[in-house]
């Protein structure tokens, strides 16, 4: 079993739809999560970070985590074609150590 | 402010030959990060530097893979007698590290793309 599942997708939506993105992971030492954006040609750009159970919102991004069943997901509201592009979960444990752990992404569409 | 910046942006190089990637992290970030990022899979990891520690290295894939953090900043990634299956884009990342906080996230550049013909 991997550290981090995702699924790849691809995810098709309309624009306007709430979108659900998930990973789940098996290491309960990760106590750090992340979510980035990837455009294509890009490098990653970091979205959200928290540490703790919960939710927590920026706009129209939602973070939730849920340490229990070790999953966390990414919500995005009125989803916009600009959206478009692959969403990483990332982890890590509490320390500056090396040790983040990377899911292999989801490609969102968000079709006009 | 200015982010990670990565050169060159793109590198096409013969098989056999040396190649050398550049990185610039953010002016006060303490680590930096080098993973490799193959089509249609995930970030692999290759080599971590934090202020004046030895670097992990457990991630470069052969001994053909080094890195060097001059002065606490510039990084650059040596890749010797490149190989087809070195093709990929090599990404930098670098993180602060802020008290009171016991993690940081990191913040990437966008890469270099390398082909190896």
């Known amino acids: 079993q991997k550290e981090v599942e995702q699924d790849p997708g691809p995810l098709s939506v309309p624009e306007g739809a709430i979108v659900s993105l998930n990973c789940t992971y098996s290491?309960?030492?990760?106590?750090?999560f992340m979510w980035y954006r990837q455009y294509s040609r890009k490098g990653p750009e970091l979205l959200m970070y928290?540490?703790?159970?919960g939710n927590k919102e920026d706009g129209r991004f939602t973070a939730q985590v849920d340490k229990s069943s070790k999953y966390i997901s990414l919500f995005i509201r009125d989803s916009q074609p600009s959206d478009s592009a692959t969403y990483l979960c990332a982890m890590s444990a509490y320390n500056y150590g090396q040790n983040f752990v990377f899911g292999p992404g989801t490609r969102l569409s968000v079709l006009p | 402010g200015a982010g990670v910046s990565q050169s060159p942006s793109n590198k096409v190089t013969e098989k056999g030959k040396d190649v050398e990637l550049r990185c610039d992290p953010i002016s006060g970030h303490t680590a930096l990060y080098w993973y490799r990022q193959s089509l249609g899979q995930g970030l692999e990891f290759l080599i971590y530097f934090q202020g004046n520690s030895a670097p992990d290295k457990s991630g470069l894939p052969s001994d053909r893979f080094s890195a060097e953090r001059t002065g606490g900043s510039v990084s650059t990634l040596t890749i010797q007698r490149t190989q087809q299956e070195d093709s990929a884009v090599y990404l930098c990342?670098?993180?602060?590290?802020?008290?009171?906080?016991?993690?940081?996230?990191?913040?990437f550049g966008n890469g270099t793309r390398l082909t190896v013909t």
């Open positions: 928290t540490y703790s159970s």
């Open positions: 290491n309960s030492a990760f106590q750090y």
């Open positions: 990342a670098s993180r602060p590290r802020i008290p009171g906080q016991v993690n940081s996230p990191l913040h």
